[in-house]
């Protein structure tokens, strides 16, 4: 049997980033848990639909610089998974994958730079 690890075809990194997401009846504002050229997952205080199509802002701090110092890139998606998978009557942290479906080139080159400096063998 393959693993989901085994099935992705690019790199994924763990990391802590701010994160906007709009799509859906809420914007929410989190944090990323784990990143890839193909996806993000992250966590939101909102319950977001899977299938719902986002568009997402996020953070990536410069190399070295200060925490506030760094680039917003945009990226197009839609949610492919969702945890808990129903909304709750307990709001907290829901957990959300995202497909990229568009991603501007100056924003993949930014994304790409920023797994390639966080790659832990």
Same mark, same amino acid.
């Given at each position: =049997?393959?693993? &989901?690890? !085994?099935? *992705?075809?690019?790199? *994924?990194?763990?990391a802590e980033l701010p994160i906007a997401v709009e799509g859906g009846p809420l914007e929410a #504002?989190?944090?990323? &848990?784990?990143?890839?050229?193909?996806?993000?997952y992250f966590e939101v205080p909102h319950f977001i639909e899977p299938l #719902?199509?986002?568009? =997402?802002e996020l953070f990536f701090p410069d190399e070295g610089g200060?925490?506030? !110092?760094g680039t917003?890139?945009?990226?197009?998606?839609?949610v492919v998974r969702v945890e808990p998978e129903e909304? #709750? !009557?307990h709001p907290g942290a829901y957990k959300v994958a995202v497909f990229f479906t568009h991603v501007p080139e100056s924003? =993949? #080159?930014? &994304?790409m730079a920023f797994i390639e400096r966080n790659m832990t063998d």
């Open positions: =049997m393959t693993s &989901l690890s !085994d099935r *992705r075809k690019s790199p *994924r990194i763990a #504002t989190g944090k990323t &848990l784990n990143i890839s050229e193909n996806g993000v #719902t199509k986002v568009r =997402m200060a925490e506030e !110092d917003r890139v945009g990226f197009d998606g839609v909304p #709750t !009557d924003s =993949m #080159t930014i &994304l």
